[in-house]
């Protein structure tokens, strides 16, 4: 009986002490307002970032997007002037750190200094390892580490300099759990989690909260505007299909929200989605038996063959099944958001 209430007085202890540590370090701000603050959004032209900039408008910021395709964002400014008429766009290519610098003195002197930094553009490549090339990698890790490095020491002095200041890094589930078929884009996306959580930790004591997220499947219409490999079409059907699936996916809307939510509070990070979560958890008790089950799922994936290492979008890749009844939510988030020219 002894060491029972030994061993309860261990644990309540233990447990005392854990909610005192997170007492201690929970940044300031949880009731952080985005009425006033400018946002900057990189890929905000359509997809996520596109509904990002509609959440944040919602909640009274003024934004930034920026993108690489100047029609993209001609269409999102009209689409954002629905909530306000005070947008900025502005074309930039943020793998590339001269036209970042350039592009964020442009917000600075237009709007002002920025607050609130949404690191969100990305790009994905579907198919085999054998289909994949050293350009697919470097592309990767340009678009998802390298464009989010330059963008955060871009905004970092200044925020700095006032005190505070919010990073929101969106990775993917991909940057935390390493799936076949999307070797590249994983190896780019566990470089921005490492980067981000690292950097959280690094701005704490500036008053800088950064946060990590990595989203499961969301129904954003973005499929189309990804690119295939080798039996492309099948490819992109299984693809379409599984961020189409109700269960498995969820409403990008409601994404958003919960993204822009824990920007406010200032979370360390969050996984959107609840079969995703328990995804995270598992490889993270077991990254052995998750990695075995995934060799297992690869091997009713489209094998090598077809196009082999071109690319093909996936709206050039559509099949009966892409474009069946399993696939109509997906078909509608994209008109919605902005993935149809």
Not at 308 to 322: D, L, N, Q
């Amino acid at each position: 009986m002894r060491a029972v209430r030994n061993t309860a007085f261990v644990l309540g202890v233990a447990a005392g002490g854990a909610l005192a540590l997170r007492a201690a370090f929970q940044p300031r701000g949880r009731n952080y307002s985005f009425e006033g603050k400018n946002v900057l959004i990189t890929g905000g032209s359509r997809g996520l970032g596109l509904i990002l900039a509609r959440e944040f408008f919602k909640q009274g910021a003024r934004i930034a997007i920026c993108a690489r395709n100047a029609a993209e964002l001609e269409r999102a400014r009209l689409d954002l002037r629905l909530w306000r008429d005070d947008v900025l766009t502005l074309p930039c290519d943020v793998t590339v750190k001269t036209e970042v610098d350039e592009m964020v003195v442009a917000v600075r002197e237009q709007l002002g200094p920025i607050d609130i930094l949404v690191n969100n553009a990305g790009v994905i490549a579907v198919g085999p390892m054998e289909t994949m090339s050293i350009e697919d990698y470097q592309e990767s890790m340009d678009t998802h580490f390298w464009a989010a490095l330059y963008t955060t020491l871009a905004v970092l002095p200044q925020m700095r300099e006032r005190g505070h200041g919010r990073i929101v890094n969106i990775s993917s589930i991909g940057g935390m759990v390493s799936v076949p078929h999307l070797l590249p884009y994983c190896a780019g996306e566990f470089a921005l989690t490492g980067f981000s959580e690292g950097l959280r930790a690094e701005l704490l004591k500036d008053n800088i909260c950064v946060t990590t997220v990595c989203p499961g499947l969301m129904r954003t219409g973005s499929a189309r505007n990804a690119e295939f490999k080798g039996k492309h079409r099948a490819e992109y059907a299984t693809f379409s299909v599984a961020g189409s699936l109700p269960i498995l996916s969820i409403d990008a809307d409601r994404a958003g929200r919960q993204i822009v939510a824990a920007c406010r509070r200032g979370a360390a990070g969050i996984v959107v989605s609840l079969p995703f979560k328990i995804a995270a958890r598992v490889h993270g008790l077991f990254p052995g038996t998750t990695a075995n089950l995934l060799g297992l799922v690869n091997r009713v994936l489209p094998e090598a063959g077809g196009i082999g290492t071109r690319r093909a979008p996936g709206r050039e890749s559509k099949s009966a099944i892409s474009e069946s009844f399993l696939t109509r939510l997906n078909r509608w988030a994209a008109q919605r958001n902005n993935e149809v020219a």
